[in-house]
C-alpha cells in the first residue's frame, strides 16, 4: 500500500495528517497483528517530515492502543483489541470512537420482559416490575466485540421498545428522547467462559475466556440501566492508572 505524505498547504498538523495515514494502513491490514512497523528512519524517508513528528504520530497510536512499542526491539501492530484505560460514563459507541474504531451494533432483541431479582435491586423497583430490554452485538470496524443486554425501567422510558435503535448510541437515544444523562456508573469485571450461541455471535470458539461485566449507570435521579456484557478476552483489555494519594 502507498503511504500518502502530508500536505504542508492543508492547514492540518503534520503529525495528525501522518497518524492518519499510519492508521489507515493498520486497519488496511498492512501489517498484520504482532508484525513491526518500519522504523522512524524509514518513515520519515517515506512520509518527508522530521523525527520529531513521526514520533509524535506513532505516540498518538500508542495512546491509543493501535501500537505498541518494545524496548530494543521496536513498535508493533497491537493486536485489534479495544483497551480500557482512564474511563468516563460513556457509551460503547464512544469509547470506540475514541480508539479510532468504527462503531456498529446488530440489534439482535428490543423487547419488554419482567424485571428478575438482580435487575429489580439494581434498578430499585420491584421484582417483576417491566424493563425494556435492549440486546445487542457490538462491533469495531466490523469485528464482534462484545454482547450487551441493558435493562430500563419501562415506566421511566415508555415507548423505547417500539423504537428503531440500529446503530444509535442507547445513550444518544435516551439523552435526545428522554432527557436521561449518564452521571456515574459502578461497573464489575470478571472472568469466565464463552459458551453456546453467545460463541457463535462472537466468533469464537465454545469454551473460550472472555470477560463478563455488569455495570449499573446513574443519573442525577438514581438508577436508569443494568448492563449485562460478555466481551473477547482477545479484542477487550482493561488498563488503569494507580497511584497514591
Not at 501522518?18 to 508484525?35: K, Q
Not at 497491537?78 to 451494533?105: C, P, Y
Not at 461497573?187 to 472472555?210: H, K, N, Q, R, W
Request: proline share 5%; glycine share 8%.
Amino acid at each position: 500500500m502507498t503511504a500518502r505524505p502530508p500536505d504542508v498547504s492543508s492547514g492540518v498538523p503534520l503529525h495528525r495528517q501522518v497518524e492518519d495515514d499510519l492508521h489507515r494502513r493498520i486497519t488496511a491490514d498492512e501489517w498484520r497483528p504482532g508484525e513491526r512497523i518500519p522504523a522512524e528512519e524509514q518513515l520519515c524517508e517515506t512520509y518527508r517530515v522530521s523525527r520529531i513528528t513521526i514520533r509524535q504520530a506513532v505516540g498518538r497510536l500508542v495512546n491509543r492502543g493501535l501500537l505498541v512499542r518494545e524496548r530494543g526491539r521496536g513498535t508493533f501492530v497491537r493486536n485489534a483489541a479495544l483497551t480500557a484505560g482512564a474511563r468516563h460514563v460513556t457509551s460503547f459507541t464512544t469509547e470506540l470512537a475514541q480508539l479510532g474504531l468504527i462503531a456498529s451494533a446488530k440489534v439482535l432483541q428490543v423487547a419488554l420482559v419482567p424485571a428478575d431479582e438482580p435487575t429489580a435491586l439494581a434498578l430499585d423497583i420491584s421484582e417483576g416490575e417491566a424493563v425494556v430490554l435492549v440486546h445487542r452485538l457490538r462491533t469495531g470496524d466490523g469485528k464482534p466485540i462484545g454482547l450487551q443486554k441493558s435493562y430500563l425501567p419501562a415506566e421511566m422510558f415508555s415507548g423505547l421498545e417500539r423504537m428503531e435503535i440500529g446503530d444509535r448510541s442507547l445513550y444518544g437515544l435516551l439523552r435526545t428522547e428522554y432527557g436521561a444523562a449518564p452521571t456515574e456508573a459502578i461497573e464489575t469485571f470478571t472472568v469466565g467462559v464463552i459458551e453456546g450461541p453467545d460463541a457463535a455471535l462472537l466468533e469464537v470458539a465454545p469454551g473460550t475466556c472472555g470477560f463478563f461485566a455488569e455495570r449499573v449507570t446513574y443519573s442525577q435521579q438514581g438508577a436508569f440501566e443494568r448492563v449485562i456484557s460478555v466481551l473477547r478476552g482477545d479484542r477487550y483489555r482493561i488498563r488503569l492508572a494507580l497511584r497514591n494519594p
